[in-house]
């Protein structure tokens, strides 16, 4: 069957936080795009309760308002410091009403596979149409295809992913153990101290726990004042440490493994409770698992415990199953992209959201989707400046801060620092837009 000729437009993958801003910024400069959704509302990750959505009952943010919202739509006065997934998503709704987006966006559709077409890509959709758009933005996130490691033995409990965990009825009077320091980790690990008739946490290393409020303020946004300030990456390390020690304690104080590496070259864990339910026995430290057995789990350093429920907060693999890898410059286990963003060869093909920020994420994305914007625009109206982008995001991965070395593991594979990278995207900007 011959494509449906759909070269006037751009073709926007995901109408979650990433493809809702890549759409509104390409409309700001005339630049026709369908936005292609799977579920039947906006939202993506937020969407709490869909088939796709990793949010559970409880979620917050843990980055506040300001760090968090678009560049040009901000966050209701009402909402608190951190809002909860249902005030995110209505923010997103809120933002989709008005740049009046929904006009863009077919619901219910899945995209199947997306492959070059000389000048053009050809966009499958599950209806069994093909589309063949001017480009295509991959905007369908990466915290949606649970990672799970694997151990040696079975389990004969209930084991599930933390994108699978919804609500605490099944850790209710249940020994839980939980794998995985993130920060979904430690929510969901709180969160059975809180029910659970004992709660062991599973960690490969030790790890810096930071609060979410100091001195009445949101952390982040302290942290932020640092960073504007210019102050070197050493003396705000060295205050950092010593005020987290001051407000939550050392957490080897508390049992806990030693830090195998600096303050920020991990992704931040951000929670305020944490050390509190460590120190009250509601959570016990273990370190990695070594073998599961039956109704037990064998832990590296000879112990084992009775287990009821085992959740793996382990993250999540980058993935894209409609698009070969071949596509995205793929190497070393994910996309090898100018800022994440730009393909050094295609001209037409993009990711927005592709980023694991120290911070909120929606503000970065929306400036990723106004220098993605202004490239296609000036690739009509500007050929000049287009050749000189081209030229410039044919090396992959350059212009990103290099001043923090994250720890080698896979779950810094899209970490970025949002100072100097939000500052690279809004050069970037400025540049395109003279």
Not at 35 to 54: K, L, Q, T
Not at 168 to 189: E, Q, Y
Not at 214 to 232: H, M, Y
Not at 265 to 274: A, D, L
């Amino acid at each position: 069957m011959q494509p449906l000729d759909y070269t006037a437009k751009y073709c926007v993958v995901g109408a979650g936080s990433s493809g809702l801003t890549a759409a509104k910024n390409l409309v700001a400069l005339d630049i026709d795009c369908d936005v292609i959704e799977r579920e039947d509302d906006v939202g993506g990750n937020w969407y709490y309760g869909r088939p796709n959505s990793s949010v559970y009952k409880s979620t917050h943010l843990i980055s506040s308002k300001p760090g968090t919202e678009y560049t040009d739509f901000p966050m209701p006065a009402e909402y608190p410091d951190y809002p909860s997934h249902h005030q995110a998503w209505e923010y997103l709704r809120s933002y989709a009403r008005a740049f009046d987006l929904y006009r863009l966006i077919q619901f219910n559709t899945s995209v199947v596979s997306i492959t070059p077409a000389g000048e053009h890509w050809d966009v499958a959709l599950d209806s069994g149409a093909t589309r063949r758009y001017r480009g295509v933005i991959i905007a369908n996130g990466h915290n949606w295809d649970p990672k799970i490691p694997h151990y040696p033995g079975h389990f004969d409990g209930l084991a599930l992913h933390s994108a699978e965990y919804k609500t605490p009825d099944v850790l209710l009077d249940k020994r839980v153990l939980v794998v995985g320091a993130g920060n979904s980790g430690c929510d969901i690990a709180v969160e059975a101290a809180q029910n659970a008739a004992q709660t062991f946490h599973s960690t490969r290393r030790g790890y810096w726990y930071a609060p979410k409020f100091v001195l009445g303020k949101p952390a982040d946004q302290i942290a932020e004042a640092g960073l504007k300030l210019r102050v070197p990456l050493a003396l705000r390390r060295a205050f950092n440490v010593a005020l987290i020690k001051l407000i939550l304690g050392d957490p080897t104080k508390y049992g806990l493994p030693k830090p195998d590496h600096k303050f920020y070259e991990t992704h931040p864990i951000v929670n305020s409770q944490m050390l509190y339910y460590i120190g009250h026995g509601e959570i016990t430290a273990k370190p990695d698992v070594r073998e599961l057995r039956g109704d037990r789990v064998a832990f590296v350093d000879g112990s084992e415990e009775q287990i009821d429920v085992l959740i793996y907060a382990t993250g999540f693999k980058i993935s894209f199953p409609f698009i070969d890898t071949q596509y995205l410059n793929w190497r070393d286990g994910r996309p090898q992209l100018y800022m994440n963003i730009f393909h050094p060869e295609y001209d037409n093909l993009f990711v927005a959201g592709l980023i694991q920020p120290d911070s909120g994420q929606w503000g970065l994305v929306d400036y990723q989707a106004q220098v993605i914007a202004r490239f296609i625009h000036a690739q009509r109206h500007d050929p000049t400046k287009a050749a000189e982008f081209r030229r410039r995001k044919a090396t992959p991965r350059v212009e990103m801060d290099h001043s923090i070395k994250y720890v080698n593991s896979t779950r810094h594979y899209l970490e970025v620092e949002h100072f100097s990278y939000r500052n690279g995207l809004k050069k970037l900007i400025r540049q395109l837009a003279r």
